[in-house]
C-alpha cells in the first residue's frame, strides 16, 4: 500500500520496539511518573527520547534482552542505531511517501521521503503542512517514521511556499534522500542558519499550534499484535 512499508515488516518492529522501550522504561534512570497514570503511547515517546538521549541506557536495555534469551532482531536493532528524533516539517504526501524537511535550513538543503508502518501519517496527523516531533529511521529499504507522534504546529501559507522552494533546492543540490539518512554533520554556523524567507505570502499567518494529535495508530496495531504473540 502506497506510503506504507510491508505490513509484516511493520509489525515485526513494532513488535520488538516496544519490547525495547519497556527495557528502557524498567532502567533505573529512567525518570517515573510521580502521580497518576501516564498514557501508555507518551510513555513510550518518553522511553524514545530518553534512550536516544543516554546511549548506555539502550546498550543496558539491548543487554538485558539479551540475558533473557530473548535479543533484538539485528534489522530492528539497525533501525534504532539509525534512529533521529526531533522536530521536523511535515510538508505534503506524493503518490507513495510523504514530504520531510528539517526546520531550520540552510545552504545544504537536505530533504526526506518518509514512509509510515501500519498506519498513513496523514490518518494520524489529519493534514499535512505541519511541524511535528517524531523520529525517522533507516528500515526496510526506505526511511520510515516510527509512529510515536508529538505535538504539532501548523504552518502557514507562505512558510508552505518557502519550504516548497527550500525542498527544489534539496532536489536541485542531489540530496533528497529516498533510501537511507545522510550522514550527520556539523550544525551550521549562525551565518549559514535561516528560518525560510515568506517572500510573496508575508501576509500569511506564521504557525498555529496544535495541542492535540490523533493517536499513532500503528503503535497501538502492534500493541495488538504483541499481545497474540
Keep these: ?45 518518553q522511553a524514545r527520547g530518553w534512550m536516544l538521549e543516554h546511549p548506555h541506557v539502550l546498550q543496558a536495555a539491548l543487554a538485558a534482552l539479551r540475558q533473557a534469551n ?10 534504532v542505531t539509525s534512529m533521529r528524533a526531533g522536530r521536523w516539517v511535515y510538508l ?11 526546520v531550520t535550513v540552510h545552504d545544504d538543503a537536505q530533504a526526506y521521503a518518509v514512509k509510515s508502518l ?11 503542512g505541519l511541524v511535528l516531533q517524531t523520529a525517522l529511521m533507516e ?9 510515536l507522534l508529538g505535538a504539532v504546529a501548523y504552518l502557514g501559507p507562505g512558510y508552505r511556499e518557502s519550504y516548497g522552494e ?5 532536489k536541485a543540490q542531489g540530496q533528497f534522500y529516498q533510501t537511507r539518512l545522510p550522514a550527520v554533520t556539523l550544525a551550521p554556523s549562525p551565518r549559514q542558519a535561516r528560518k525560510p524567507s515568506r517572500s510573496a505570502a508575508a501576509k500569511a499567518p506564521a504557525v ?22
Design 1 to 45: 500500500m502506497p506510503h506504507l512499508i510491508a505490513e509484516q515488516a511493520a509489525l515485526h518492529f513494532i513488535h520488538h520496539y516496544q519490547r525495547l522501550l519497556v527495557e528502557v522504561i524498567a532502567h533505573p534512570s529512567f525518570p517515573k511518573p510521580k502521580s497518576g497514570e501516564v498514557p501508555y503511547l507518551a510513555l513510550l515517546t
Design 70 to 79: 530473548d535479543p533484538l532482531p539485528d534489522d530492528v536493532q539497525s533501525a
Design 92 to 102: 505534503r504526501d506524493t503518490a507513495h511517501y510523504s514530504i520531510f524537511l528539517p
Design 118 to 128: 501500519t498506519t498513513r501519517l496523514r490518518d494520524m496527523t489529519g493534514c499535512s
Design 139 to 147: 528500515y526496510a529499504g526506505g526511511i520510515v517514521t516510527d509512529g
Design 166 to 170: 527550500y525542498l527544489a533546492q534539496a
Design 208 to 229: 498555529q499550534a496544535v495541542t492535540t494529535v490523533k493517536p499513532a495508530k500503528a503503535i497501538k496495531a502492534g500493541k495488538k499484535a504483541a499481545k497474540k504473540s
